[in-house]
């Protein structure tokens, strides 16, 4: 009886033990993933979400109501971000995170974003 009790604590065990190690946070791999809101400005703002899939959605909004928004799929190479939109249009431009800003670059233009 003590010898089955032992088996079975040792089972206990090892299943936990397999759990902890399974179980991990993905997102630190990726720290572009989530909600990324621009600074209001005249009762408007812009976010963009990234999920871990590699997909993600642009929305507008003026007085706290959305007006528009657009779905495109994103890969990242470095400091490039590309953005392949809905309709089929590529867009590549730089990016930079420090802390909970996320700064996107394209020319001379660049907008910051801050984490939600």
């Known amino acids: 009886m003590k010898t089955l009790r ?3 604590m040792a089972i ?10 399974a179980c991990s946070d993905d997102d630190d791999d990726n720290p572009i993933v989530g909600t990324w809101r621009s600074e209001v400005s005249n009762n408007s703002y ?4 990234f999920n871990t899939d590699g997909s993600g959605i642009w929305q507008a ?9 657009d779905t495109f799929k994103y890969s990242i190479d470095g400091d490039k971000i590309t953005f392949t939109w809905a309709d089929g249009e590529i ?4 990016f930079s995170i ?3 800003r ?3 670059k394209d020319n001379e233009d660049s907008e910051t974003y801050t984490k939600q």
Do not use: E, P
């Open 6 to 8: 032992f088996i079975g």
């Open 46 to 49: 812009d976010s963009f979400t």
């Open 12 to 21: 206990v065990a090892i299943i936990m033990s397999v759990n902890f190690v």
């Open 91 to 94: 867009y590549t431009s730089t």
């Open 98 to 100: 420090s802390g909970n």
């Open 102 to 104: 996320l700064t996107i």
């Open 61 to 69: 909004y003026r007085d706290n109501r959305q007006t528009d928004s």
